[in-house]
């Protein structure tokens, strides 16, 4: 059972989340928030596996509210919920540690296939709109603090050369069965690839390894 907490401003869209998961067999509503403040809160009280954050929220808004539930070592994944003219937001979001993001216009099963993906440790954000995203932004958004080339940081000297090229193609948008076709490999051995790339270089997640490739500057922005 994927336990999840909503946060959101809106009381109408916290309802309308609620009922839409509670209709799943598989999930439950833990707590709902107004705020961020609130949200820290009750995620370090019920520790849900799943936090949907929506950005706009009065006092803590819901970036600094994902970087403090991930500060403070709980287990929540955080899913950043925004709107088309707040990508700007959703990629801060993803810097503060968020596994994804939805739009809030996405169809009833898209959030809740997001949901199941980010309980179960992976990325919601398709790598093509996760390009688009960081294509858009990352020339004018400030990079990660300590942010440095490849050739000096210490999480791409500690890959492979195979893996560094892996690493390479997901901030190229690139999924894993492209990454298999493309370079001729089993996808079973890119999986394996990107596990060990993400265990070495601390990244979270996949959206965590396409940061990374473009604050290392093995990715540039078009």
Do not use: C
């Not at 833990?30 to 596996?49: C, I, K, Q, S, Y």
């Not at 070592?73 to 979001?93: K, Q, S």
């Amino acid at each position: 059972m994927t336990s999840v907490l909503i946060a959101d401003d809106q009381a109408m869209q916290r309802f309308g989340f609620r009922m839409l998961l509670e209709s799943q067999d598989d999930m439950t509503v833990v707590g709902e928030a107004a705020d961020g403040t609130e949200a820290v809160n009750l995620v370090t009280r019920h520790r849900p596996d799943v936090a949907l954050m929506d950005i706009r929220m009065p006092g803590l808004d819901g970036i600094e509210a994902t970087r403090r539930i991930l500060d403070s070592g709980v287990r929540t994944r955080v899913l950043i919920v925004t709107t088309f003219d707040m990508d700007e937001y959703a990629y801060a979001g993803l810097r503060a540690g968020a596994s994804g993001f939805l739009v809030k216009d996405a169809m009833p099963e898209e959030l809740l296939s997001g949901i199941r993906a980010v309980a179960g440790g992976d990325a919601v954000v398709a790598p093509s709109l996760t390009r688009r995203l960081l294509d858009a932004y990352a020339h004018h958004l400030p990079s990660s603090p300590g942010a440095r080339p490849h050739t000096e940081d210490p999480r791409i000297a500690s890959l492979t050369e195979r893996e560094r090229e892996i690493l390479t193609v997901i901030g190229q948008g690139w999924s894993n069965q492209e990454i298999a076709a493309r370079l001729h490999l089993a996808e079973s051995t890119v999986k394996t690839h990107v596990t060990r790339i993400l265990a070495k270089t601390g990244s979270r997640d996949r959206v965590q390894a396409v940061i990374l490739a473009y604050d290392t500057r093995l990715v540039n922005p078009r």
